[in-house]
């Protein structure tokens, strides 16, 4: 099969669905003309033109509730931030009106946009731009999150995005852009809330989302070269809906837990995981439910310490084997 | 006020432009075409808001509305005046004020004080409120609690009619104190920069709370001009006369149908109550004299009234009558209220998510959302 990068997975997502429904249309900044700040968009704007690809000003807020309200006339507005981490001066756009219109409306209105951007530290760019928010965001009711890790699931979950008529963010990461995996030519799409086994194991279960998930697959390498232990990895691809279901079912079959994640651990994505899983498999457990998430503090800019701060293969497998 | 005031002293705003007369304003291509009956259903419809208004607030001090209660009382000609001239493709959406708004797009008396009763037979079924009333199917995008922040909504009603090539504008409304808020004038920004056909309208009732507005706005005539920087038109209204509001909004409309190009529009007006109906300090911030200055001198009601009993259109009588008739409707609505039943429990946990309200309804979307979205029903969906 072919191979093509996560950017270029993303790309075709936006151009198929600008092709299929003529109320899609991308705005952010420098999306058009620059070519996108990540050239995720690149080339777009000679195809589809004015209409269809937005440069906005950098006005988070403005543009983003634009797209809101734009949305509830009918249009499916794919609102980019060149880093999700811009998000928060558009916080009341995205967590009042995106999550709670159609709620306080009582249900007379849906907002059908989708917000996507790169959502991720590593990038030596220091604290206020290697934010993920994806635990802030799937807090508010009324709001959908996806976390691909993969340029498969990045485009079948960023057409599902666009068709949806609830709000979806969808959670980049800049350092998947440039990686190749295999995505078919035939139109595909993948359902939110279904995760993804990585890698069937037995002895562990390593749950992750978004980068993560790959960091946990690369652990479960030297997990089997190096410990003769069988880790199966369990991809959530989307954090709201969870596939609480194949959660559970990891866990019953190995009976050993590691969560990993790029996310600050406190009221993290694992936390609520961890709760889950000890409230509905709490008899499945022979140990502790472990977890992996980055260090606990403001993003660190300097170069051999953010590698350290974020989750690598290494800290996942130490941690592993504290409980195997 | 005297039968013979007609409200044209230029008492409202200090900018250099002058009210337009009465007589002349009555003769303007917009207000010259509205009938008999156009105008006395222009004037029951301000008395309607009042009526409810009074009535809202007794069932508050009877507790029987929760939270906050944003009256709109002495502003009714801005929302009359605007909504009078709005046409199929044109849209509005204001702040938490919201009930002078809603009823005259044609909300019901009854889906609105059922509301605010946190009834099942609210607008928005009990789940939003006297700040978030909504009818999409009014062309009415609510009623947002969040100062400022329907600004940006608004300018995207905008953007998507001219997209969609319809022939529409969107009617955005503020108040004085939202016009200093970040999200505003991005939405501003916008506008300008793409041509939205677009209305912003500041609702000017000289206080954000008990803030005066000179003690919150840099401005040296009027806060409207804010607009010039933004490359947008912008006029300044006395929002107490329902002609002018019409004739300065029905310029505005036309430059939004013909030309796609945003206004700025501030209407001076003033509201009798309290902030909320909670503002204690109601009269602290401002002197009894000025309200009741207001109320004598400038009020809307009175002043259309007097306009239309010169022009030979309403008698008192027949204004006593539409006045009893407004009251004994909102007394009808609050009774219709209090008799309605408040939502089961289980309606908590519907209108948040689409895809879960009209699971079954569309195969394509159900395959599309799988898993769990909702982590703590309270034993809710299992009683289900
Ligand atoms: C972002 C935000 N800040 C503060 C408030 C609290 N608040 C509600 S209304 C209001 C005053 C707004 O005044 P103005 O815009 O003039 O509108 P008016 O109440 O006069 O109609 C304040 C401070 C809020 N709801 N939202
Ligand atoms: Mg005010």
């Known amino acids: 099969m072919r191979k093509i990068t996560y950017r270029q997975a993303i790309k075709e997502a936006l151009a198929e669905e600008i092709e299929r429904d003529e109320n899609v249309f991308v705005m952010g900044e420098e999306v058009a003309q620059y070519n996108g700040a990540y050239k995720v968009t690149e080339g777009l704007w000679q195809k589809y033109g004015d209409k269809r690809l937005v440069d906005a000003p950098i006005s988070e807020a403005g543009f983003v509730g634009l797209g809101i309200g734009a949305s509830m006339l009918g249009l499916r507005p794919v609102m980019e931030f060149m880093f999700w981490s811009f998000c928060y001066v558009a916080f009341d756009q995205l967590l009042n009106n995106g999550s709670f219109c159609r709620y306080m409306s009582g249900g007379l209105m849906n907002v059908p946009i989708t917000v996507r951007g790169p959502a991720n530290g590593g990038t030596n760019v220091g604290a206020t731009h290697s934010h993920t928010p994806e635990n802030l965001c799937a807090n508010h009711p009324g709001i959908k999150v996806v976390c691909p890790s993969n340029a498969y699931d990045a485009k079948g979950l960023m057409k599902t995005a666009i068709r949806d008529n609830d709000p979806v963010f969808v959670m980049e990461n800049t350092l998947l852009y440039g990686q190749e995996w295999e995505v078919p030519e035939d139109e595909y799409i993948i359902p939110m809330g279904k995760a993804n086994i990585l890698k069937e194991g037995k002895d562990i279960s390593f749950i992750a989302h978004g980068r993560a998930a790959i960091t946990a697959l690369e652990a479960a390498g030297i997990m089997a070269s190096e410990h003769d232990i069988d880790a199966e990895v369990l991809d959530l691809r989307s954090i709201r809906p969870l596939d609480v279901e194949a959660i559970l079912a990891t866990v019953k079959k190995t009976n050993r837990v590691v969560l990993v994640e790029e996310n600050k651990p406190f009221c993290g994505v694992d936390a609520q995981i961890s709760h889950i899983i000890q409230e509905e498999a709490f008899d499945h457990l022979d140990a502790p439910i472990k977890r992996v998430s980055s260090i606990d503090a403001p993003q660190i800019y300097s170069m051999p310490l953010e590698k350290i701060q974020i989750p690598d293969a290494r800290r996942v497998v130490k941690k592993a084997l504290e409980i195997c | ?384």
């Open chain 2, 1 to 384: 006020m005297s039968d013979t005031d007609t409200g044209t002293e230029n008492l409202l705003y200090p900018g250099q432009e002058q009210e337009p007369s009465a007589e002349e304003l009555a003769k303007t291509e917009i207000n010259a075409a509205l009938s008999p009956e156009d105008k006395l259903r222009l004037y029951t419809e301000m008395v309607r808001i009042r009526a409810f208004e009074a009535r809202s607030l007794r069932a508050y001090q009877q507790g029987k509305i929760g939270g906050f209660l944003h009256l709109y009382e002495g502003q009714e000609a801005v929302a009359v005046g605007c909504v009078s001239l709005m046409g199929p493709d044109d849209h509005i959406i204001t702040a938490y004020r919201d009930h002078g708004h809603a009823l005259a797009v044609g909300m019901t008396m009854n889906e609105c004080m059922a509301e605010m009763f946190g009834k099942a037979t609210g607008c928005s079924k009990g789940k939003g409120g006297s700040m978030h009333f909504f009818a999409p199917d009014k062309n009415y995008w609510g009623g947002h609690g969040i100062v400022g922040g329907q600004v940006p909504l608004g300018t995207g009603l905008a953007f998507a009619l001219k997209y969609q090539g319809k022939k529409g504008c969107a009617l955005a409304f503020m108040g004085d104190g939202a016009v200093n808020q970040g999200a505003v004038h991005e939405a501003f920004n916008l506008a300008g920069l793409w041509q939205l056909p677009i209305i912003f309208v500041i609702e000017n009732n000289k206080y954000s709370m008990g803030t005066s507005q000179a003690r919150s706005s840099a401005y040296d005539d009027c806060l409207a001009k804010r607009g010039e920087a933004y490359d947008m038109d912008w006029g300044v209204v006395n929002g107490n006369n329902l002609y002018h509001v019409r004739e300065k909004t029905a310029e505005a409309i036309k430059r939004a149908h013909t030309d796609s190009r945003p206004t700025v529009l501030e209407m001076f007006t003033y509201r009798y109550r309290g902030h909320s109906v909670a503002d204690a300090n109601a009269e602290k911030y401002r002197e009894k004299k000025e309200i009741q200055d207001y109320k004598t001198n400038r009020d809307p009601i009175a002043l259309f009234g007097n306009i239309l009993k010169a022009e030979g259109l309403l008698k008192d009588e027949q204004a006593k009558e539409i006045e009893k008739t407004a009251r004994a409707e909102a007394d009808a609505a609050a009774q219709f209220a209090d008799k309605s039943p408040f939502p089961n429990p289980e309606a908590i946990l519907e209108d948040s998510y689409w895809s879960v309200d009209n699971k079954g309804k569309d195969a394509d979307i159900d395959a599309l959302n799988q898993g769990r979205i909702i982590f703590e029903d309270g034993g809710l969906l299992k009683k289900k």
